[in-house]
């Protein structure tokens, strides 16, 4: 079962900079070598909170360098970003500073990935996996995360280079709607290129706003027929696939990215729906 860090920080806002308010903690060394720990002011909350933070750190399993891998993960697209190297106190600044921490093996310090190209990863949540021995920063990136300018660090198709595919090194890993989001997005660079011959549907759709219009309306509704007419559900989850792709190709025409709506699905999650309908912009 992943352990989820957020857990202990339930009492605190949402919308916190942190997962624990800097006035009233800080990371501090203890004797014991390679130790590190979140000290709280003193009451009976904050003291209760620190002895399960200490707890958990406690519990991971570090290997003989006192280290555990750490991996940052896209909060919205699920995207792996890159993969380091946490030690107690990489963690523990994370847990205070909310911006993923990790410690160079090379230089044997801490270093806060963005501290000098301020592309930042704010998390959001850290989770440890069932032995407890790798973590995860969930969150979200300030800009690109791999140091050669791309998105994240996995670009790097092994299959493909085995295939000797000459686009092997520019491939980011993406997940099936990041795919179909990047193959629309070839599409619309394309549909600006005279093309001989029968174009392909998405371009088609994407150099016809009356028609993708419509092809959203008729598979919406084809969607809601799954429902009313009691259809199997292999039909809903096809009519399904329809609408999210002819909406998708609608993002695109409108330069709207898919992890933008996700981000708004994200923020919607403790807001009542009534309460967020209501503060719409008009």
Same mark, same amino acid.
């Given at each position: ?166 686009? &092997?090194?520019?491939?980011?890993? /993406? #997940?099936?709607?990041?795919? @179909?989001? $990047?193959? *629309?997005?070839?599409?619309?660079? +394309? ?8 174009? &392909?549907?998405?371009?088609?759709? /994407? #150099?016809?706003?009356?028609? @993708?219009? $419509?092809? *959203?309306?008729?598979?919406?509704? +084809? ?20 609408? @999210? ?38």
């Amino acid at each position: 079962m992943a352990v989820s860090y957020n857990a202990l920080a339930q009492c605190l806002q949402a919308k916190s900079s942190c997962f624990i308010p800097k006035a009233f903690c800080c990371v501090r060394d203890t004797k014991q070598r390679g130790r590190s720990t979140v000290v709280f002011a003193s009451n009976d909350k904050n003291t209760a909170l620190q002895a399960k933070v200490d707890n958990l750190l406690d519990r991971i399993k570090w290997d003989d360098k006192g280290l555990a891998v750490a991996i940052a993960q896209n909060v919205d697209t699920g995207a792996v970003l890159m993969q380091g190297f946490a030690n107690r106190q990489a963690l523990s600044t994370t847990i205070t500073s909310r911006k993923a921490t990790f410690f160079s093996r090379s230089r044997s310090t801490l270093w806060t990935k963005g501290e000098t190209s301020n592309n930042f990863i704010n998390v959001l949540d850290v989770y440890l996996d069932c032995d407890r021995d790798s973590i995860i920063y969930l969150g979200t990136p300030d800009g690109p995360t791999c140091h050669t300018g791309a998105e994240t660090c996995y670009y790097t198709s092994v299959f493909d280079q085995l295939n000797n595919d000459e686009a &092997s090194g520019d491939k980011l890993a /993406l #997940t099936t709607v990041y795919s @179909l989001e $990047s193959i *629309i997005s070839k599409r619309k660079e +394309e549909s600006s290129v005279p093309q001989e011959g029968k174009p &392909s549907w998405t371009r088609r759709l /994407l #150099t016809d706003d009356a028609l @993708l219009c $419509s092809k *959203i309306r008729e598979e919406a509704d +084809e969607l809601c027929r799954t429902l009313e007419d009691k259809e199997d559900v292999s039909r809903t989850a096809s009519e399904m696939a329809d609408v @999210l792709y002819h909406s998708m190709v609608l993002l695109s025409k409108r330069d709207v990215k898919f992890e933008d709506v996700l981000e708004v699905l994200r923020k919607r999650f403790s807001q009542s729906g009534i309460e967020e309908k209501q503060n719409r912009t008009k």
